[in-house]
């Protein structure tokens, strides 16, 4: 049970601040985050102007920002439509396919598996604050930000991410998650003493080992 839990929860993605995440996860360069449930409502047509300027709060500390999206189909192009101009990149299962296996179809990248962090540790570069040489970043660099437990802290736990929990975004949802998902996460929250009712989350970025 304890691989279940995140490193961290918060009431909301817009509680996260730049000044929390250089406190309490040091080491994190990049901030990843979720879309659905997390930035928007399932499948919202537009950002909202707080998640917006939350994203680019990140962008202006100095943190690499990414879209990490278990999206598929016509769906990435609207994806990266919405959020092309906020985040340093846009990472979908598309983005892990590998080039010499007709047969991917992306499925197997998907959350939970690490595959997309990965990927953004692979593929971009931060400037090393210690010495100030551009370099990839380390996944444990990395701060995946999400609202499943079985997507979202499972990936970044696999990756060796920390990860940040919140509470699910919005009156929407994936019918199978709603149904067979949710529920369960509930359960498991409620197990390892992690928030379950709305008033139970906190306000700030907290570290679960502090609960």
Same mark, same amino acid.
């Given at each position: 049970?304890?691989?279940?839990?995140?490193?961290?929860?918060?009431?909301?993605?817009?509680?996260?601040?730049?000044?929390?995440?250089?406190?309490?996860?040091?080491?994190?360069?990049?901030?990843? &985050?979720?879309?659905?449930? !997390?930035?928007? /409502?399932?499948?919202? $047509? @537009?950002?909202?102007? #707080?998640?917006?300027?939350?994203? %680019?709060?990140?962008?202006?500390?100095?943190?690499?920002?990414?879209?990490?999206?278990?999206?598929?189909?016509?769906?990435?192009?609207?994806?990266?439509?919405?959020?092309?101009?906020? &985040?340093?990149?846009?990472? !979908?299962?598309? /983005?892990?396919?590998? $080039? @010499?296996?007709?047969? #991917?179809?992306?499925?197997?990248? %998907?959350?939970?598996?690490?595959?997309?962090?990965?990927?953004?540790?692979?593929?971009?570069?931060?400037?090393?604050?210690?010495?100030?040489?551009?370099?990839?970043?380390?996944?444990?660099?990395?701060?995946?930000?999400?609202?499943?437990?079985?997507?979202?802290?499972?990936?970044?736990?696999?990756?060796?991410?920390?990860?940040?929990?919140?509470?699910?975004?919005?009156?929407?949802?994936?019918?199978?998650?709603?149904?067979?998902?949710?529920?369960?996460?509930?359960?498991?929250?409620?197990?390892?003493?992690?928030?379950?009712?709305?008033?139970?989350?906190?306000?700030?970025?907290?570290?679960?080992?502090?609960?």
């Amino acid at each position: 049970m304890r691989y279940l839990a995140p490193d961290f929860v918060v009431r909301s993605f817009l509680d996260i601040t730049p000044e929390d995440v250089r406190e309490l996860s040091p080491d994190s360069l990049a901030i990843c &985050v979720d879309i659905d449930g !997390t930035v928007t /409502d399932f499948h919202a $047509p @537009e950002v909202p102007a #707080d998640a917006q300027a939350r994203l %680019r709060s990140f962008s202006d500390a100095g943190f690499l920002t990414f879209i990490v999206s278990n999206c598929s189909g016509r769906r990435v192009t609207e994806v990266h439509r919405l959020f092309d101009d906020l &985040v340093t990149g846009v990472v !979908t299962p598309f /983005d892990c396919l590998g $080039p @010499e296996d007709d047969d #991917d179809t992306g499925r197997s990248h %998907r959350k939970p598996a690490p595959d997309m962090l990965l990927a953004v540790a692979a593929r971009y570069w931060v400037t090393d604050p210690d010495t100030g040489v551009e370099r990839t970043p380390r996944p444990e660099e990395l701060l995946m930000v999400g609202d499943q437990i079985f997507k979202d802290i499972i990936a970044a736990k696999q990756a060796g991410a920390p990860s940040v929990l919140v509470p699910r975004l919005g009156n929407r949802d994936h019918v199978g998650v709603r149904v067979a998902q949710r529920p369960v996460e509930a359960v498991v929250r409620a197990a390892l003493r992690l928030p379950v009712r709305d008033e139970d989350w906190p306000r700030r970025l907290t570290p679960v080992r502090h609960r």
